[in-house]
């Protein structure tokens, strides 16, 4: 096999890996909040486990010296737009089933293609518009606003946690400019331990033995996942990845039949197709169009 193909395969590897420990570390989450764990507790022992496993890569690896940073203000946005995320994040899936949360999560890509037009003044053609006109479809089949079966609540966190994933997408794509995945992995865990040891700090409390090795294995799941994602984006293009993704949602229908004894209701099964299938376009326009650009620059050299 070719060296390129491995890569290909090393990369598409990394991202279903990523998925399923995500997946994984979303029910233990659950676990621990039905166990008496609190919002704050899990938050702050998801990046502090997050903080100690990069950590203990870097300093067995390239060393500190490695994550020394000329953008210490941007690192600090991200942490800002990603504490929001992650906790809007993990309130949706205390709020709701598994596989409606997970879904509600996949209409990232559509508020990604509104703000890269808003913000970065990308172009984006009719057919993009019409992906996102449909995700939108489908989100409104899945949660049907009003009629009752998912919380508003609900809804609203998972919104709002797909569109800061997407603000910190546009975000990641000026950071990596500069900067490696490791040193941002570790910026982002290490910052957001601060405002997280106030929060932890006020929502401490006794716990048996099993709530705490929940809370460890949120920490080390999402440290692991989230190193073994951001591999994948260095090894294989978003095009070719980011489309493992959905397999988040086999994830959490098997998950929540196994461990909660609940299935997708109906509306889900609908939507969830039209949702997936809008992003995965979404997907492949962004692909097409960078191919054209990089065409159009290697033509004027």
């Not at 399923?20 to 899990?42: C, D, P, Q, R, S």
């Not at 049907?144 to 603000?167: K, M, N, R, S, W």
């Not at 997907?283 to 191919?291: G, M, S």
Request: glycine share 10%; hydrophobic share 55%; charged share 10%.
């Amino acid at each position: 096999m070719a060296v390129g193909s491995e890569s290909l395969s090393h990369a598409i590897g990394l991202r279903l890996t990523s998925v399923a420990l995500f997946a994984t570390m979303n029910v233990v989450i659950k676990l621990a909040e039905a166990h008496g764990a609190a919002l704050g507790e899990i938050l702050f022992w998801r990046q502090f486990g997050a903080a100690l496993l990069v950590g203990a890569i870097v300093g067995t690896g390239p060393g500190f010296a490695s994550l020394k940073t000329q953008r210490f203000g941007a690192h600090v946005l991200r942490c800002v737009i990603g504490l929001t995320a992650m906790s809007l994040t993990f309130w949706t899936l205390l709020l709701l089933p598994l596989a409606e949360a997970t879904t509600i999560g996949f209409s990232m890509p559509i508020f990604a293609t509104v703000l890269g037009a808003l913000v970065l003044h990308e172009a984006t053609g009719w057919r993009r518009w019409a992906a996102v006109l449909a995700g939108f479809i489908g989100v409104l089949i899945v949660t049907q606003p009003g009629d009752g079966h998912i919380p508003l609540l609900g809804i609203a966190t998972g919104l709002g946690a797909a569109f800061c994933t997407a603000c910190i997408s546009i975000l990641l794509r000026t950071i990596g400019k500069t900067e490696a995945g490791l040193t941002t992995v570790f910026w982002f865990s290490t910052l957001s331990l601060v405002p997280l040891s106030l929060v932890y700090a006020s929502s401490v409390k006794a716990h048996p033995p099993l709530v705490w090795a929940l809370l460890l294995a949120i920490g080390l799941l999402g440290g692991v996942a989230q190193i073994a994602m951001t591999r994948s984006l260095q090894l294989g293009a978003v095009s070719l990845v980011v489309p493992m993704d959905y397999t988040a949602l086999l994830w959490a229908t098997l998950f929540g039949w196994l461990m909660f004894g609940m299935l997708p209701v109906p509306s889900t099964w609908i939507g969830a197709p039209i949702i997936i299938a809008s992003g995965l376009y979404i997907v492949w326009r962004e692909h097409v169009r960078r191919q054209k650009a990089t065409r159009g620059a290697i033509s004027q050299e």
